[in-house]
């Protein structure tokens, strides 16, 4: 198991730009496939972005796609997810979450994902 703290999230006007990070405690981080999701007032939780255990496959959700990047640096036991272009449809709680160490693939699915933080707030004003 391993834990996860979410941090940098806020308030920012729009077209604007924040940095997400997820700190790990445990020794198993840089055998989890990570993952990002949000969860806005009123609607069910969705994939944002995901990342392979060494880092050298990312995929994302169409509606972030070429606006958020996603990274980690295995080192410090963080993920990091940098948001760029930032609109209010970007409002949400942003979760990270990580999958069982026996499981090698990228998912987009919720479910796939054991370990969750407990969110970071991110506000988009327009």
């Known amino acids: 198991q391993v834990q996860l703290v979410e941090s940098g999230g806020g308030l920012v006007q729009a077209g604007g730009s924040l940095r997400l990070s997820c700190s790990a405690s445990?020794?198993?981080?840089?055998?989890?496939?990570m993952g990002w999701f949000r969860q806005a007032p009123g609607k069910e939780r969705e994939f944002v972005a995901a990342?392979?255990?060494?880092?050298?496959?990312?995929y994302y959700a169409d509606s972030v796609k070429g606006r958020f990047t996603i990274s980690r640096d295995n080192g410090k036991n963080t993920v990091y997810l940098q948001m760029i272009t930032l609109n209010p449809e970007d409002t949400a709680v942003y979760y990270c979450?990580?999958?069982?160490?026996?499981?090698?693939?990228?998912?987009?699915?919720?479910?796939?994902?054991?370990?969750w933080g407990q969110g970071t707030q991110v506000t988009v004003s327009s």
């Open positions: 979450a990580a999958r069982p160490s026996v499981s090698q693939v990228i998912s987009t699915t919720s479910s796939a994902y054991t370990d």
């Open positions: 445990g020794r198993t981080f840089s055998n989890r496939v």
């Open positions: 990342i392979s255990r060494r880092g050298d496959n990312t």
